[in-house]
């Protein structure tokens, strides 16, 4: 719900995040870590999704033991639009898109969880990425009971 929050320590400052805003960072993370080829079958939402035991058998054949890591790599930029349409398909709520969710980014933005990759007269697509740590994401879907390692590909 939209008034879960938690008290989180970034850099010593205490923090509070609403549950639509820890989705959406989930979903920036998952945006910034996974290639946007593995969406179709780590993110479908329709008839045709998969299980969870079939998405870790799909990632296994799609990414060999010998690939980077892209943890290690470091996050790579994604557009708005793909990282909503991951915020939907991790979201069990029906939300139709609002100014809500966008102010979600904005916020993360601010706090320095994202950050925006193009220019900010952008407006149709802008880009972001990820720059909270794999470590703080993963508290972050823990209070939420959200499994990150099921959604990313480098595992």
């Known amino acids: 719900s939209l008034s879960l929050s938690l008290s989180l320590s970034l850099s010593g400052k205490p923090m509070e995040m609403a549950g639509h805003a820890k989705l959406m960072l989930i979903?920036?993370?998952?945006?910034?870590?996974?290639?946007?080829?593995?969406?179709?079958?780590?993110?479908?939402?329709?008839?045709?999704?998969?299980?969870?035991?079939?998405?870790?058998?799909?990632?296994?054949?799609?990414?060999?033991?010998?690939?980077?890591?892209?943890?290690?790599?470091?996050?790579?930029?994604?557009p708005l639009h793909r990282l909503m349409a991951i915020f939907y398909?991790?979201?069990?709520?029906?939300?139709a898109p609002n100014a809500h969710l966008f102010s979600q980014v904005a916020s993360l933005v601010s706090l320095r969880l994202l950050s925006q990759e193009s220019d900010s007269d952008l407006l149709d697509d802008p880009h972001f990425m990820c720059i909270a740590s794999h470590e703080?994401?993963?508290?972050?879907?823990?209070?939420?009971?959200?499994?990150?390692?099921?959604?990313?590909?480098?595992y």
């Open 89 to 95: 398909s991790i979201n069990e709520d029906c939300l």
């Open 27 to 78: 979903a920036g993370f998952l945006a910034s870590y996974n290639p946007s080829s593995a969406d179709s079958q780590l993110f479908t939402k329709t008839g045709t999704r998969l299980s969870k035991h079939q998405r870790h058998a799909a990632k296994m054949k799609m990414f060999k033991k010998g690939d980077d890591n892209q943890l290690l790599e470091g996050p790579r930029s994604f």
């Open 136 to 154: 703080f994401v993963q508290d972050i879907a823990r209070t939420i009971d959200f499994d990150l390692s099921v959604y990313l590909s480098t």
